[in-house]
């Protein structure tokens, strides 16, 4: 007796049904024969693991339910921030981020990963709350947690320390901020450092101002190659190719590629500079994924949770309403946001862990226009209501 039989699932463009057993996937055929405790009609709808959402900061959304958003610049808004982090508990980044984590599971998101502010104003708070939610929310939604210097690493004598500890107790990564307190370079070496000898990956917020004085994506290439750190780290943003003559973008370009950067593009920044140029990112073949970003805070008073509103941002934003086009934001959701996030085993295949997504919607366009929420979420073989 089977636990769970889709019948009819458009996977890829192929109609099969599924067979799951003990949170596993027990087979995939044109049509399997056998009894189940729980039998979904597909009916030919999208069905993928679930969506891929490579970038947030889950210990900071939903400030707004504390304080009203407020008009400022970006230092400002930072200054906001950073005052209400001192007064940060356990209990209440638990509160906040268990209210967006449930969201995204209920958006069909199944991999998410979050940078968590690491300093002297919040010291780990963050990273214990969030590697706790990790750990709950683990058979419904993976998360990565990064320990993140937001404010810099040389600041104020503490962050450099607590960085490390966060990966003792068990962060996934260490993320760092190219342009902040102006450490630049410094700080590049350090965050690399740290990654290597803990044998994590990287996360840089990277030339995030779109600035041409905060350009450091020819440094952190060069690095990256030195250090024999290849395909290790992801630059999120990188709006500073959006100020780039042609001939220098195309030298941008050839940075990602010797250095197999992994690129992480967050559409909301629109609101306050350019976006890097995804579709001639798109065509170096390196992975390159989408990502919600600040939710409700004072970066982003309307971020949802939901990566597909992302995507719908970006197919605007920059044109990607051909087939090929919506293909591919499509998969930068799904399959090229799991290769941004390393994750090895994505994908619906026998003998695979029985998460399953079907979507409310025939074809991947539908997915994007009518912003499609889930039919059906099996979660480590458990239908979940
Ligand atoms: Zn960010």
Sequence with gaps: MLDVLIRKANVNGALVDIAIKDGVVVDIDNQIYGDATVVFDAKKRVTIPGFVDCHTHLDKCLLNEQQPYQEGTGPQKGALTYEMKKNFTVDDITVRAEKMIKRAIKA?????????????????KGVEALLKLKKKYENEIHLQVAAFAQEGVFWDGQTEVLLEEALKMGADLVGGHTIAKGEGEKHID?????????????????DESGNREHYLLPYLSKKIVEKNLQGKVNGIHLCTLSALSPEELDEAINYIEVAQLRVTVAPTAISTRNIAPVKRLLKTGLPVGLASDNMRDFFNPLGSGDVKQVALLLSYLQRFFLQEEVDQVFKMITNEGAKVLSIKDYGIKIGGKADITVLEALTFNEVIAYQSQPALLVRAGVVFE
Excluded: C, M, P
């Design 108 to 124: 069909g998101t199944l991999h998410w990963r979050t940078n968590v502010d690491v300093d002297g104003s919040v010291g780990l």
């Design 190 to 206: 350090f965050i690399l450092d740290l990654a290597q000898k803990y044998s994590v990956e990287a996360d840089f917020h990277l």
